[in-house]
């Protein structure tokens, strides 16, 4: 098939990379030429495990091209993908000048029948005003499906090879054979199609990340009364997600959701219901626990050392909003980084892979060590935020003689709060007690 994905962020590059696996011609599209350029050089300008090798061999195949010329894109294509971003708008709702702006140079470009699909995240409706868009430049049939993708950013290219399921909102017998064809090879396994009207397909979307968000603030209020209660959240997590009803995933307290998805697809789907009478206290109240839980860290690090950290050096492990990923989008390492700075810390900051992102937003306001231990050199305390796999075993014994005070405020329990006290740590962590060199604060 003949295909354009328009937009080549996390979502459109994997798209197109995925859907010229399987023997597609793909012509990834973009607005940004530098981001083409750098792609056409042989470049992938995101982080994500197992993209690089996939876009080189399928562009080496000649099946996978990158241009701006969206219009040629379009007239080139019988499918056409929407991939482009839906950031928040100032009132929450989703901004869909970009989906609406690709709408219409679709509709500018048609020379024939066509297969539209929004994969952009969008609010129940745009579909139809997508058709609108393109209907109001064109006399050829249109068709327009919302497809909403759920890859999880670093492990984008496996969720898309391989679904859970693959949501289809369709307005027709042909473009629901046209998508049925188009991902038949991508569910062989038994993952299914579900086939539906458009409008539960964009809501389903909402409905999947609001779900997730609200498990993990859930999750995080339950932490919150573990703490007040000497009880510990990892004994809580096991006993409530072995509950076959219930399951394990999304469970874990943290220091809060970030990323490009939850926090604007919560917020975008709170304005929806409430522009339509529909009560969104259950999600306001998600939204409210994980806005106080990314200052967590921060607040217990202000009851612990002050609130004047002048002079003091404070080490950061983790800045990416999750591992495998270079998204720093609403990452909650943000929140605490600002307020060190503003409290007048000299941070010393580590990621695996999310450093150039970093400087981007903190400039040379943070430094950057090129080893998580090299951060702790005279640090007053290491804060984590991401669960990356070098810092679960770390070596405390180096951690500890480079430090000038061993304190540890982990945002992802990755340590046995008994074995950092053994280790001659004070540790303090998520939802469960914390522990003092050599002994475990019984509450
Ligand atoms: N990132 C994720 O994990 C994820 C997962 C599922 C769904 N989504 C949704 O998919 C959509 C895209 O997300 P993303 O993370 O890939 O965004 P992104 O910001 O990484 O990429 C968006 C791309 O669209 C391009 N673009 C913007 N306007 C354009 C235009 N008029 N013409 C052509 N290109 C244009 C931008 O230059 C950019 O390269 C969003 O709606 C998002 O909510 C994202």
């Known amino acids: 098939m003949k295909i354009a994905v328009i937009g080549t962020g996390y ?12 023997g597609n011609d793909v012509v ?40 701006t010329d969206i219009p040629a894109a379009v007239r080139a294509s019988e499918v056409i993908f929407i991939a482009v971003g839906t950031p928040p708008d100032e009132d929450g709702s989703a901004d869909l000048q970009h989906v609406l702006a690709v709408a219409k140079t679709i509709g500018e470009s048609m020379n024939g029948e066509k297969v539209v699909i929004t994969k952009s995240t969008v609010p129940v409706g745009t579909a139809k005003r997508v058709r609108e868009a393109i209907e109001a430049e064109t006399e050829h049939r249109v068709h327009v499906c919302a497809n909403p993708e759920f890859l999880k950013e670093g492990a984008a290219v496996d969720d898309f090879m391989k679904p859970d399921r693959v949501v289809l909102g369709v307005d027709s017998e042909h473009a629901a054979g046209v998508l049925r064809d188009l991902y038949a090879p991508f569910v062989r396994t ?22 997730l968000a609200t498990r993990i603030s859930f999750m995080n209020v339950i932490a919150r009364l573990c703490e007040e209660t000497g009880a510990d959240v990892d004994a809580v997590r096991r006993g409530v997600g072995s509950d076959s009803r219930i399951g394990s995933s999304f469970l874990f307290p943290g220091v809060g959701y970030g990323g490009s998805c939850f926090p604007k697809d919560v917020q ?40 004047d950290l002048g002079g003091r ?43 150039d992102e970093a400087r981007r937003r903190f400039g040379d306001r943070i430094e950057y060590a090129a080893a998580n231990y090299d951060t702790l050199d005279g640090a007053s305390a ?11 075993h770390p070596d405390f014994g180096r951690m500890k003689s480079a430090m000038a005070e061993p304190l540890i405020f982990d945002g992802r329990n990755l340590y046995d709060p008994a074995r950092v006290a053994e280790q001659g740590f004070e540790y303090h962590s998520i939802g469960r007690p914390t522990s003092f060199p050599g002994a475990v604060n019984e509450a």
Not at 11 to 20: D, E, K, M, P, T
């Open 268 to 307: 975008a789907l709170v304005k929806t219901m409430t522009d339509l009478g529909v009560d969104a206290s259950i999600l306001r109240a998600v939204e409210d626990v994980n806005a106080s839980q990314k200052k967590t860290l921060l607040d217990r690090l202000r009851r612990r050392l002050g609130e």
């Open 382 to 392: 290491l804060v984590i935020h991401t669960e990356w796999h070098p810092y679960r």
């Open 190 to 211: 038994g993952h299914s199609i579900l086939m539906m009207d458009v409008a539960s397909a964009e809501i389903t979307k909402y409905a999947a990340n609001s779900m």
């Open 28 to 67: 990834c599209a973009d607005i940004v030429e530098a981001k083409i350029a750098r792609l056409n050089a042989g470049e992938v300008p995101i982080y994500e495990p197992g993209l690089e090798p996939l876009i080189e061999s399928n562009v080496a195949a000649g099946r996978l091209t990158f241009t």
């Open 11 to 22: 979502v459109g590059l994997v798209a197109g990379a995925c859907l010229s696996e399987t």
């Open 313 to 355: 050096v404070i080490a950061v492990w983790g800045l990416a909003f999750k591992p495998n990923t270079d998204d720093m989008r609403e990452a909650p390492s943000i929140v605490t980084i600002e307020g060190l700075l503003e409290r007048g810390a000299r941070v010393v900051a580590h990621d695996p892979v999310a450093v």
